[in-house]
Every structure is written in C-alpha cells, then in structure tokens.
Nanobody
Framework: EVQLVESGGGLVQAGGSLRLSCAASGFTFDDDAIGWFRQAPGKEREGDSCVASSGGSTYYADSVKGRFTISSDNAKNTVYLQMNSLKPEDTAVYYC???????????????WGQGTQVTVSS
C-alpha cells in the first residue's frame, strides 16, 4: 500500500522551530519529487517547498525562503521540512505529496499524506 505520513507538527511560539517529516511506504522517491504544502482554514492550499532529483534541486516559496529548509534521506525514504523563525502566519495544516517533478499544480501530485497541524502562537 502506498502511503505518505507526515509527523512533527505541534504548537510553538513565534520565532521557534519545528521539523516536519514525511515518511513514504510502498514506493521510493529517490528519483521523484516531494513537495510540502500548507492550508490554513478557509484558504487555498499553497506550495511551500519541493525537492527533486534526490535532493539535487530544491524550490521555496518567497514566504518561507530563508526560514524553511527541505531535505531528504533516501535510505529512510523520508523528506524533512525544517522550519525556523516561525510566524503566526505559518499556522496551517502541512501536507507532503509526491509527483514526477516539482510543480505548482496540485493535480500533478499522485500521493498525499494526511497532514500535520502546525500552530504558531504570537
């Protein structure tokens, strides 16, 4: 069974840090792309970061550039999102998803995790 499972969310103060994990089972993504997305209540789901080609290429949205870092551990079939200098605006459910290549189009991603809640207090 193909699954993506996010973990690491929680409640932190503004300026704090969290590391999210996306663990894959049923397939490997060393030659694929994994994106991180977030969705706040009442808002559209938006892309934050993506890693492709086994970490060879990374992409970041302007809103998280310089604060978030995406990385992968192919041996563990896991992708991480290190989130530093968190802001209340970062509060959302965070999802990871797998695609052939990094894309801003949600329908290009074949597999999605269940999401993990990140709440940043002011």
């Amino acid at each position: 069974e193909v699954q993506l499972v996010e973990s690491g969310g929680g409640l932190v103060q503004a300026g704090g840090s969290l590391r999210l994990s996306c663990a894959a089972s049923g397939f490997t993504f060393d030659d694929d792309a994994i994106g991180w997305f977030r969705q706040a209540p009442g808002k559209e789901r938006e892309g934050d970061s993506c890693v492709a080609s086994s970490g060879g290429s990374t992409y970041y949205a302007d809103s998280v550039k310089g604060r978030f870092t995406i990385s992968s551990d192919n041996a563990k079939n896991t992708v991480y999102l290190q989130m530093n200098s968190l802001k209340p605006e970062d509060t959302a459910v965070y999802y990871c998803a797998a695609a052939e290549y990094c894309s801003n189009y949600l329908n290009k991603y074949d597999y999605w995790g269940q999401g993990t809640q990140v709440t940043v207090s002011s």
